[in-house]
């Protein structure tokens, strides 16, 4: 069974650009979680999909979005690129989380750098 | 709000060495627990889970109780080997939270051979 896939594997930007991150989930999870991985912040939480809607968010700015098609993959994007953007976005999914206790399965990450 | 804290590291052991990781939680509702390994340049891979007090979850020689009364999820293990060296992260999920998954720092073991 593959895992979750994320491209790509690094992506460098200059202040001010967007960039556009990619996730494919494990074939029958219908759930998409990204995470932040920054330099001294350890993993936090950046948003939820299911089912093509936006389930939750965490304390990001709006530049910091996303969304999922209609096959379960993600995509996250953010705008105007900041310096304190440099770190590894995980992508993980699950199957429906309504059902208990559902664990969250990640992929390798894309390293996002700005220069 | 939820919350995890894992012992301050880095850790170093030797090979076949014991190792315990300690990690408590702060949690409104009855999460599920989870203990998560990172592997140099990789992404987090699931190592264990328990859903409910007094489970125990295992694998690869690693495991970990969900001690309730104590809110705990330690991990050991009874022999570490050179490729047990990874950043493991202690992690809950609260049923009430939304699906968000709330890490501890993270610790980095080193195993000498």
């Known amino acids: 069974e593959a895992g979750v896939t994320q491209s790509p594997t690094h992506l460098i930007k200059t202040r001010g650009q967007q960039a556009t991150l990619r996730c494919s989930p494990i074939?029958?999870?219908?759930?998409v979680y990204w995470y932040q991985q920054a330099l001294g912040l350890g993993l936090q939480f950046l948003l939820w999909y299911d089912e093509g809607e936006e389930r939750n968010r965490g304390n990001f700015p709006p530049r910091f979005s996303g969304r999922q098609f209609p096959n379960y993959s993600s995509e996250l994007n953010v705008n105007a690129l900041e310096l304190e953007d440099s770190a590894l976005y995980l992508c993980?999914?699950?199957?429906?989380?309504?059902?208990?206790?559902?664990?969250?399965?990640f992929g390798d990450g894309t390293r996002l750098s700005i220069l | 709000g939820d919350s995890v804290t894992q012992m301050e590291g880095p850790v170093t052991l030797s090979e076949e060495a014991f190792l315990t990781i300690n990690c408590t939680y702060t949690?409104?509702?009855?999460?599920?627990l989870f203990w998560y390994v990172q592997y140099p340049g990789e992404g987090l891979q699931l190592l264990l889970k328990a859903t409910k007090a007094d489970d125990k979850g295992s694998n690869k020689g690693f495991e970990a109780t969900y001690r309730k009364e104590t809110t705990s999820f330690h991990l050991e293990k009874g022999s570490v080997q050179v490729s047990d060296s990874a950043v493991y992260f202690c992690a809950l999920l609260d049923p009430g939270a939304n699906s968000k998954l709330t890490f501890g720092k993270g610790i980095t073991l080193s195993v000498r051979p």
């Open positions: 949690a409104t509702g009855y999460p599920s």
């Open positions: 074939s029958g999870h219908t759930s």
């Open positions: 993980a999914s699950s199957l429906d989380p309504d059902r208990e206790n559902q664990p969250q399965h």
